[in-house]
Structures are given as structure tokens and as C-alpha cells.
């Protein structure tokens, strides 16, 4: 039954034509989330040390570079990161993701704390290079998170969305060059 699950829920994350080319990574043009279009609004490299970690694409209903709406907005939205460097460690992902949530959040995630632990243990299964995350948010799912195309878990409520999407585009975001192209530098 879970297999059946997960095959549905990959199914609503399609691909079509490929938009853009990131750090030779190619992003799609569209995915789908509950069977909504969402568009490619930005893409952008995570960079650390002069290396490329990611390539991340960010997927709205409608076009937006306001960061502060499209983090509260309770709408559909998805970003995908593909996993460009072979030296970025499940332990290193959940470190920096703990750091950014930290950060989006100005430090108060006590009260989702046990959702970012639900969050963190797709991580550590391991990370490779060319594996794909994909985050589709949708108010009556919550947020589904995606593992090449599997569905790892699902954690409701905008809460956790507005704090996940923030790790990205919050005044404090995790890299400010990678935000400003996740808000449509296209």
C-alpha cells in the first residue's frame, strides 16, 4: 500500500520541458503539486568554499519576487534541490538545514522542533550526488518531501512550511545570491 502511495505522489510531481540549465543541472519547467501548475520562478547554486552543493529551483502558482509573501502565503509552492557535489554528507545536510531553520525562524523552533526532527531523517539515509529533494507544499497536504521522486514523509501545517521555505528566502536566508535567483532572475 505504501509502494502504491508513493507511486501516486511521485506521479503528481511531474516534469515537463526542461526550463534551465544550473550548475549543469537541468530544471524543469513546471512541476505539479495536487494537480496544480507551478512554474519555475528562480534557480540558483547553493555554493560553499567556491564548490556547488545544489542547484535549487523554486515553483510558484504565479510568478513572485516578493520573499516575505511567498513565504507566508498559504498556496502551493515546491523547490527542488539536485545534489551536485559528492562531498555533501546526510550529517552535513542536516547540520546546515538545522542552522537554517534556526535562522528563518530568528531562533523560535521550539514548537516544530518535532517536525524538523521528522524532516531531518530523510538525510540521514545517506546523500549522493545527483539524488533530487523536491518540497511541494500544498494547504491541504502540507508538505510532501520527495527523495528522487519518492515520497519520504509528509509534514503538515503552514508553520513548518513558512519556516522550511524560509531557509531560502528569509531576510536571514541561507545565501543571499542563491535567493535573489530563486525570485526570478531567470
Known amino acids: 500500500m505504501k509502494r502504491i502511495f508513493s507511486i501516486l505522489c511521485a506521479s503528481l510531481i511531474s516534469m515537463g ?24 520562478n528562480g534557480a540558483g547554486v547553493r555554493s560553499k568554499f567556491f564548490m556547488d552543493i545544489y542547484a535549487a529551483g523554486l515553483y510558484l502558482a504565479e510568478a513572485s519576487s516578493e520573499p516575505k509573501q511567498i513565504i507566508s502565503d498559504d498556496k502551493s509552492m515546491a523547490l527542488r534541490l539536485h545534489i551536485t557535489s559528492g562531498l555533501l554528507s546526510g550529517e552535513k545536510m542536516e547540520t546546515a538545514t538545522r542552522e537554517g531553520f534556526e535562522k528563518s525562524t530568528g531562533g523560535e523552533t521550539a514548537a516544530i522542533m518535532p517536525v524538523i526532527d521528522n524532516f531531518i531523517e530523510t538525510f540521514k539515509t545517506g546523500i549522493q550526488e545527483n539524488d533530487v529533494f523536491d518540497f511541494v507544499y500544498s494547504p491541504a497536504v502540507g508538505v510532501n518531501v520527495f527523495k528522487n521522486g519518492e515520497l519520504k514523509t509528509n509534514i503538515k501545517g503552514l508553520e513548518f512550511k513558512q519556516a522550511l521555505f524560509g531557509i531560502w528566502l528569509s531576510d536571514d536566508a541561507v ?12
Open 17 to 40: 520541458a526542461y526550463a534551465v540549465e544550473i550548475a549543469g543541472v537541468q530544471l524543469p519547467e513546471k512541476l505539479t503539486a495536487q494537480s496544480e501548475s507551478l512554474a519555475l
Open 175 to 186: 545565501q543571499d545570491d542563491l535567493k535573489s535567483d530563486l525570485l526570478g532572475s531567470l
